[in-house]
């Protein structure tokens, strides 16, 4: 609410706000959905332009936030989590300035804006939203000067911009070394201690259910999903199954996993000869499912490996996570000949099929079955050959899917005959389950883009994907690709039509992508992935391998207490005086202190002068500057702010 009895502001300061609020509103618009940001954008260049003098009718005020704070609530379905709460803060600070009208108003606004910056890393702490952050906190620090400039004198509204960008970024030098050292060495918990709401508006990812069509939004997010950096050599591309979830159940509609197959029987399959090892790099997704590349041969620290080499992690993954796999691809036969069988429990539910459900399916599937002869593994993979020339000469690869009824895999196989991943893998596990053969849905990721300037791949979540596996005696469980087999560009094409960035197709911007995405890489690994498994390690090169507990804290300690002595010297050794004109006087008062014609601190300025003269006859002008400044200091009329830039000026010429 406006205060009447502060100070007017004025149209400078009233744009130095503005600016302020505005910088500290631009991070955060960037992170709520495009549509609800350009809204919130356009209502705060709408409302200084409309409200020139923060005197807006309270019936518009009101109706105003209504109808901002009812489109935030819709779009987000009336779910609170992060996304809504940052969106409400975003729309708040678009309508605040309505009522600005004084000093106590604006220090008001930008007090609040501050929060903006700060919520932005709830959603996202690339090193993008902590360069806005930074350039929002230093432009309200100088709008923050500005105000009190305001309030001492309308003389200090003489300094120039840039001047007051340099008194913050001198008071932010003064600052960080403290900061530093504390987010180096303030102790780190492997476990928070307190968590923050989740995001009301759940992000594309895998998870343990799939249903056809539910894909459509995670195949278009851009953004990545994980980095791998291979230490040695790594699999082609089109060998790089990032196996996630195993989903075995199906209703009709939807597989899903079935948490005790992942302990159930042995690890039916066999891992190849070759070893590959790397470091998984995964962001965020508030789930517990990980990938690895296939065969992962155990699980890293804090995550459970099934029998069907499938990972979870122990925690939800919060924040960005890193983790050191190790790897090997499939034995192309089993090299254990006591693999014979698949777990009699194992079997049945990877043959189960919900009763009354796609009945053409299973016709075809029994017609196969009476040619191919009873179930063995020459017969079983028969059958899985002519499924996949099937689907090689009459499907087709497409995005652009119908919602299916009831017999979803009858619908898709013999009506449609066109679909992505989640329709061909479902319906081919249902197929073969039909003919006899065991078989269920594995999740992940396929392919990556090399990154040439770090030397990484990058996974984004439009390269989830979802494959077969059947079970074929004496070879285990054998993975089968239908949608390789209809659109292998899908699978195999993933350098040079899928470079990262919403305009990756430009060649010619290629290389800015991938030194941003480098960039982005380097950030998460200095920055958010310094854990506490980490900071025990900081002196490892000075030879302390493992910083306890105790020793942190007297580190923390120790620097901390350094840190502050260092500000408080540099603060108070000489304090800057705030007046130009009184600046530029004293200055003026060391040049002759250099020549042993100090101004005693008792002594009156006009005194002084004529010391000087007498002493010096050629500094007769200083008797005139004397003058000026006096009348500057002490007469009611003094020439203003025109007037006291000709004295500072003058002063500042003048040599002894």
């Known amino acids: 609410m406006a205060d009447r009895s502060a100070p007017p502001l004025d149209p400078i300061a009233r744009r130095w706000t503005l600016a302020a609020a505005a910088a500290c509103l631009l991070p955060l618009l960037l992170q709520v959905p495009p549509l609800l940001g350009v809204g919130i954008g356009a209502v705060a260049v709408a409302i200084p332009l409309l409200v020139r003098d923060g005197r807006a009718p309270g019936w518009l005020r009101l109706l105003l936030i209504v109808a901002l704070m009812g489109t935030v609530m819709t779009r987000y379905e009336f779910r609170f989590g ?51 952050g930074l350039i929002a906190a230093v432009t309200v620090l100088a709008a923050l000067l500005k105000l009190t400039d305001i309030e001492v004198g309308e003389l200090s509204s003489t300094d120039k911009p840039w001047r007051r960008f340099a008194t913050v970024a001198r008071m932010i030098a003064i600052g960080l070394p403290l900061a530093l050292v504390v987010f180096w060495l303030f102790p780190r918990f492997s476990v928070p201690m307190w968590g923050v709401p989740e995001r009301a508006l759940s992000r594309p990812g895998l998870s343990d259910r799939m249903t056809p069509g539910d894909w459509i939004d995670l195949v278009a997010d851009d953004t990545p999903a994980l980095r791998a950096t291979f230490i040695g050599a790594a699999p082609p591309p089109s060998q790089m199954y990032w196996r996630g979830p195993v989903l075995w159940d199906f209703d009709g509609r939807s597989w899903t996993a079935v948490e005790w197959s992942r302990s159930m029987g042995r690890t039916d399959t066999a891992p190849g000869p070759k070893r590959y090892e790397y470091v998984l790099e995964i962001e965020p997704t508030e789930r517990n499912q990980l990938v690895a590349l296939e065969l992962p041969l155990a699980a890293p620290s804090g995550s459970q490996l099934g029998k069907d080499f499938s990972l979870r992690s122990d925690e939800p993954l919060n924040g960005i996570t890193r983790w050191r796999m190790r790897s090997a691809p499939r034995a192309a036969l089993a090299t254990d000949p006591t693999r014979t069988g698949l777990h009699p429990a194992l079997r049945r539910l990877a043959l189960r099929l919900p009763p009354g459900y796609n009945p053409r399916t299973r016709a075809l599937a029994d017609a196969w079955r009476r040619e191919a002869g009873p179930s063995t593994a020459a017969s079983d993979n028969a059958i899985v050959k002519r499924a996949l020339a099937w689907i090689r000469t009459e499907f087709a690869y497409t995005l652009d899917t119908p919602l299916l009824g009831r017999n979803t895999v009858d619908e898709f196989l013999f009506d449609e005959k066109a679909g992505f991943c989640e329709h061909y893998s479902g319906a081919f596990v249902v197929l073969m389950r039909s003919a006899g053969i065991p078989a269920r849905v594995v999740t992940g990721y396929v392919g990556g883009y090399r990154n040439p300037v770090g030397d990484y791949w990058l996974v984004r979540r439009s390269d989830a994907h979802a494959w077969a596996e059947v079970w074929l005696d004496g070879r285990g469980w054998v993975r089968v690709d239908p949608t390789a087999a209809v659109a292998p560009e899908r699978i195999y094409d993933t350098i040079a039509d899928r470079r990262p960035g919403a305009l990756g197709g430009f060649v010619g911007l290629t290389p800015v992508f991938n030194v941003g995405d480098w960039m982005r890489r380097s950030w998460n690994d200095f920055v958010l992935g310094y854990n506490a498994a980490r900071q025990r390690r900081l002196l490892e090169s000075f030879g302390v391998p493992d910083l306890d507990s105790a020793r942190l804290i007297q580190l923390f300690v120790l620097a901390t207490v350094l840190a502050m002595v260092g500000m408080l010297w540099l603060t108070t050794r000489q304090e800057r005086e705030r007046d130009p004109v009184l600046r530029a006087w004293h200055r003026l008062e060391r040049r002759y202190r250099r020549l042993g014609l100090a101004r005693a601190s008792h002594e009156p300025a006009a005194i002084w002068v004529e010391r000087v003269i007498a002493a010096r006859p050629q500094a007769e002008s200083l008797r005139r500057l004397s003058a000026r400044f006096v009348d500057w200091r002490y007469a009611r009329d003094h020439g203003g702010i025109a007037g006291a830039e000709g004295l500072i000026r003058d002063l500042r010429k003048h040599r002894p």
């Open 82 to 132: 992060r996304d809504t709460g940052c969106a409400l803060l975003a729309t708040m600070l678009a309508l605040k300035p309505v009522e600005m009208r004084s000093l106590r108003d604006a220090r008001s606004l930008l007090g609040f804006a501050l929060f903006a910056p700060f919520a932005t890393f709830l959603l996202d702490q690339g090193p993008l939203p902590l360069t806005l």
